[in-house]
């Protein structure tokens, strides 16, 4: 099991970015694939990237390519989403995930893989 704790979400205006952070407890961070999900009011939880436990792999929901981007630092035990030219319609409490993978460039985009969760932060973007 990993414990997993968000921050850097808020408000922010139509075209703004943000950086959300997820701190992984444990000592085995780098056998997990790191997702990030969100779920805006009234909507079903949604994926919205990941990437492999050695970092080699990501993917992304058609509706952040180009804008979103996920990193991790292993040594931090840290997963990143760095959010540009946000839009309103990302407006969601963003989860971070960990997922136990199978092989060092496995992603999982389904929530069903991912075992581990954090509480949520939550993202606003403003029109």
């Known amino acids: 099991q990993v414990q997993l704790v968000e921050s850097g979400g808020g408000l922010v205006q139509t075209g703004g970015s943000l950086r959300l952070s997820c701190a992984a407890s444990?000592?085995?961070?780098?056998?997990?694939?790191m997702g990030w999900f969100r779920q805006a009011p009234g909507k079903e939880r949604e994926f919205v990237t990941a990437?492999?436990?050695?970092?080699?792999?990501?993917n992304y929901a058609d509706s952040v390519k180009g804008r979103f981007t996920i990193s991790r630092d292993n040594a931090k035990n840290t997963v990143y989403l760095q959010m540009n030219s946000l839009k309103p319609e990302d407006t969601a409490v963003y989860y971070c995930?960990?997922?136990?993978?199978?092989?060092?460039?496995?992603?999982?985009?389904?929530?069903?893989?991912?075992?581990?969760w954090g509480q949520g932060t939550q993202v606003t973007v403003s029109s």
């Open positions: 444990g000592r085995t961070f780098n056998s997990y694939c």
């Open positions: 990437i492999s436990s050695s970092g080699g792999t990501t």
């Open positions: 995930a960990a997922a136990n993978a199978r092989f060092g460039l496995s992603v999982y985009t389904t929530s069903g893989k991912y075992n581990n």
